[in-house]
């Protein structure tokens, strides 16, 4: 955060993240190999809040006749293109009201304290200038089709929001200064990235156990980060990363290998709300 008190910064590292999935496999084949392929590159861009975007792809590169998931605009990435225009126009209508629209959402303890619960949330939507937005805006497109392409759009939209609110309430009981930012709730969308990693290590292999050595070694950067910059808030780094893995895990997905009635292997998604099941388009 960021602004006249602290800053939801940004984690100091970028990665990529590069998904297939098929449905169903084929006999004989290794369900442990077959259905998952990801491949991780990592580079360093200070402030960028942990990305990772997200591409289907077969064997040989990019599926043909598919437009790139990870393009905005895509269907499968819905959600979190809404979330970055949302994002826009909020600085937008920030810009034309001066200081206004910016004491009307902030979080603000003494405010919230008082009742004005709805901060909690509106914190999330406000930026401090345009290299904080853009920041947070460049994080939220390579990172969001991740999560909302495996999760699903109700699912992706309860973990950013409910991750926003969980960093700002963690702020809230932790930290007095004022602050602003999404990067609460895109640090709890790689908690849930991190979540499914964890969750699926059998069926990713050693994928999974790359991408959370990735994401833990960007967390610590991040850390760093924060402790040399006094206006950048990392209990809403940590609020935000504990909400995102914990509405992760309780909404899903949580995908098993099953098999069909031909008796072929597939994966299925079985979170502990059925209705949430998801399953990727092919």
Request: with cysteine; charged share 15%.
């Amino acid at each position: 955060m960021f602004g006249f008190g602290p800053l939801h910064g940004g984690i100091v590292c970028s990665s990529s993240v590069q998904r297939s999935w098929c449905f169903p496999l084929k006999k004989g084949g290794d369900p442990l190999k077959t259905k998952f392929k990801y491949a991780l590159g990592a580079g360093c861009a200070l402030g960028v809040a942990g990305t990772a975007s997200l591409s289907l792809r077969s064997r040989g590169g990019r599926v043909r006749g598919q437009k790139d998931p990870s393009a905005f605009g895509h269907p499968a990435r819905r959600v979190t293109d809404i979330l970055l225009v949302l994002n826009v126009a909020m600085f937008g209508l920030q810009s034309f009201s001066g200081q206004r629209l910016l004491l009307a959402g902030a979080k603000i303890n003494h405010l919230i304290a008082g009742g004005e619960y709805y901060r909690l949330l509106s914190a999330a939507f406000l930026h401090g200038d345009l290299f904080h937005l853009g920041f947070n805006c460049n994080a939220l497109h390579q990172l969001g089709p991740s999560v909302e392409m495996t999760s699903g759009h109700a699912r992706f939209v309860a973990v950013y929001l409910g991750s926003a609110i969980a960093g700002t309430a963690m702020s809230y009981f932790c930290s007095p200064q004022n602050s602003i930012g999404a990067s609460g709730a895109i640090f709890g969308v790689a908690g849930a990235l991190a979540m499914f990693a964890w969750r699926h290590r059998e069926i990713m292999g050693p994928s999974a156990d790359d991408l959370l050595m990735r994401l833990r070694d960007t967390a610590a950067i991040n850390l760093m980060y924060g402790l040399m910059f006094r206006r950048i808030d990392n209990w809403g780094h940590f609020g935000g990363l504990l909400g995102g893995a914990a509405l992760s895990y309780i909404l899903g997905p949580r995908l098993v290998v099953t098999r069909n009635r031909r008796g072929e292997k597939q994966i299925t998604d079985k979170p502990f709300f059925p209705i949430l099941a998801h399953r990727p388009q092919r």
